[in-house]
């Protein structure tokens, strides 16, 4: 993977504001992979204890979104299919891999997980993005 597109998206991860709410943080990438892990607070329980549904929809599309980008374009998502599998345990460490599955001209499909830190399958995702044939407006900065 080019080096510059790597430093520069670490760069935009680390200083996004959503990424900072949410302690999003980016682990591994590669080209078409992603790995981005947060902690389960408290302030991201829903009205039973659990997790929220969408903290966890925030740790798959920051996932997404970076493995889709990690080409030097810009891509959007189109779809995203998400099951919720199991409550992930208060304080618990999750980690999310996006993983290319096919890349075309126009759209890319990309698998994604989420697991607790002992490995337990939370959520799982199948995604689609727009592939837009623009570099990363922030290359370069």
């Not at 990438?29 to 039973?48: K, P």
């Not at 075309?104 to 698998?111: I, N, Q, S």
């Amino acid at each position: 993977m080019n080096n510059e597109i790597r430093n520069a998206i670490y760069k935009q991860v680390t200083a996004e504001p959503f990424a900072k709410k949410f302690g999003l943080k980016l682990i591994d990438l590669q080209e078409g992979y992603a790995e981005v892990e947060m902690i389960f607070t408290r302030d991201m329980e829903n009205m039973f204890g659990m997790a929220h549904g969408g903290a966890i929809f925030a740790l798959i599309d920051a996932a997404f979104e970076v493995a889709s980008n990690s080409h030097g374009t810009m891509a959007v998502a189109l779809n995203m299919n998400i099951n919720y599998l199991v409550s992930p345990a208060k304080d618990s460490k999750l980690t999310a891999k996006a993983k290319e599955i096919n890349k075309a001209k126009k759209t890319a499909a990309y698998d994604i997980i989420v697991t607790d830190d002992k490995n337990n399958l939370i959520a799982a995702c199948q995604a689609l993005v727009y592939r837009m044939e623009k570099p990363l407006p922030f290359l370069g900065s």
